[in-house]
């Protein structure tokens, strides 16, 4: 098992270093865009944010908190 450590200096230059930062984002967000579509859907996010842990996978989400969360985001 691999543990990563991330603090603000790490995440900070990795956003900085724009090339690497906007490709991880490309591929991440093609990876995510199950269909496609250029777009980000309700379903796609859900499944990110459970696999964030935003949310519990073995637990029964709230629909309500959900839609909370995405409209928040978006």
Same mark, same amino acid.
């Given at each position: 098992?691999?543990?990563? +450590?991330?603090?603000?200096? %790490?995440? @900070? ?16 967000? @093609? %990876?995510? /865009? ?6 980000? !859907? ?12 935003? &949310?519990? +996978? /073995?637990?029964? %989400? /709230?629909?309500?908190?959900? !839609?909370?969360?995405?409209? &928040?985001? &978006?």
């Amino acid at each position: 098992m691999s543990v990563e +450590i991330l603090n603000s200096a %790490t995440i @900070a230059g990795f956003v900085e270093d724009e090339e690497a930062f906007n490709s991880w984002v490309k591929k991440h967000f @093609a %990876t995510l /865009d199950e269909d496609q579509n250029g777009v980000l !859907s309700y379903t796609e996010m859900v499944k990110e944010l459970q696999c964030l842990r935003v &949310f519990r +996978i /073995d637990a029964k %989400t /709230d629909p309500d908190e959900v !839609s909370a969360l995405y409209f &928040f985001l &978006f």
